[in-house]
């Protein structure tokens, strides 16, 4: 059996989550942690604590069953979650906001008020798709400008996070002295920061309810401390009763909290089956079905595959739809019960893809689109 709980992450140390290494070091820094930075992490620390060996760690390469989402960050109006294709931001009402704001600022203090340059369409647009009608996409904003910006993938709300540039000098270990021509340029995010996100737990792995990992690099610099706290478990059970009543005789629509990707050969930026029963097989779960995706609504981007500290070596990069991408399928099973219960499933697992050699997780984590905008809303 497994768990499946939420957890709330806290910074402890600034934090280097690289979007791409270059000759001078590392530069840029995502606003979320990868779900593959998350799971090393957890499995480095259940390793460290001498929870699990270097035998289970290698059977965890091969047939992953700890699996993490992206962990995507908090703040006070709540969770943040990619956005999906259907919502914009009209630069010249942003423009205006920016300048009414500052004279607030100047005259009253100004308040925080809700983002007018913002069109959002995702839940009418999710409705559209489930009738199957024509997408109508607007080219301005309610104001009549024509100059909407796409959000998507970006997350909504944006998170506010302190992040600067930071020089270090390589040392020679032998001399304790400076190397000459060896300064390496990090980003990097300050606390205080918190994330989101959810574990799949099996069994043979227990974990405190407040424990502490290391995030992302530069982890011998003191980089990286992050506290994990668990803040509920979430039943599968509950899920799928919720879940069925977002299938529409074999339709449902979904929303990528996860990368998506069709490993092998070939591989593909989505995949166009699912196997449902091969995922709860998995787990131990009897589920028949398989989700045939007939369309997908989102970019194409390049994903870092990350460091596999097994084989001290690259994780191959590759192309996916990026979180927050909308997905048209329909489910094929023999009752609505096995349908919902293998979304629920996919939900929280998502699928395992082998990539040259490789296994990937964290990718094809897909959930009903209008549970997403209902509990963001």
Known sequence: MVRIVEVKLTLKSPAILAERRSAS???????????ST??????TSLYVEG??????????DMKPSLIASPAYPLSPKGKSRPASPFIWKCKKCELNRVLEKSEECDSEGGEDKKDGAILDQEEKFIKVIYENALLEIPSECREGHRALKPLHPELIPEPKRVVTRQISVGINKSRAT????MLYSYDVIFPPQTFWATLLL???YELNNRFEVMVGRGLSRGFGLTE???QREISLEEKAEEYSNHIKGKTVVLFAMSPTLQGGFNPQPYPRTVNLSKIGEQLGLSIDGALQIERVYGK???VRGGWSLLTNTNRPDYYAKAQGSIIAAKVEAQSQKDAAKGLAVLAYHGTIEELNGFTITGVNMLRPALEVIKDAS
């Open 38 to 43: 998350l799971r090393g992490a957890i499995l």
């Open 51 to 60: 929870k699990v060996d270097e035998d289970t760690l290698s059977k965890e």
């Open 300 to 302: 194409t981007v390049r």
């Open 178 to 181: 400076a190397v000459k021509e």
């Open 202 to 204: 099996p069994e043979k």
């Open 25 to 35: 070091g590392f530069l840029g820094a995502f606003d979320y942690i990868p779900a």
């Open 228 to 230: 994990i706290e668990l």
